[in-house]
């Protein structure tokens, strides 16, 4: 048996039965179809947050490691300004100073990547 309610016998009710009578022995009991209420039914799902493309353009992923990571975001907390701001305010400075001459070039190593024919080699 079911563990739902007992739900009246609207019908009998309507019809000026009384809701005691049970239903006609050889009527089997059908289930009742539930209905979804609108605000629970499937709505489309809106598309992921996605940046707008225009937003894309000076966007650039680099491999720093988690701690340059976390110094730079502590400077940037200090200083009031976004990350993304002072990496490239940090990077535009040391390129000025690699064109220069001032800061040595970096000492490379064969890569074993199809992609790429040096890797850089940094002091841990």
Not at 71 to 99: C, H, M, N, T
């Amino acid at each position: 048996m079911s563990k739902r309610k007992e739900i009246p016998d609207v019908m009998s009710q309507l019809q000026g039965l009384s809701a005691a009578t049970p239903p006609p022995a050889d009527v089997p009991s059908l289930p009742i179809p539930r209905t979804v209420p609108v605000r629970e039914q499937a709505l489309p799902r809106p598309s992921k947050n996605r940046t707008p493309k225009s937003r894309l353009v000076g966007r650039a992923t680099y491999d720093i490691g988690s701690e340059l990571k976390q110094v730079i975001e502590r400077e940037s907390i200090d200083l009031g300004v976004p990350a993304s701001q002072l990496a490239k305010y940090l990077l535009l400075y040391a390129w000025d100073f690699y064109v220069k001459g001032e800061i040595p070039a970096p000492s490379l190593e064969r890569s074993t990547s199809p992609k790429f024919r040096n890797n850089i080699e940094f002091e841990d």
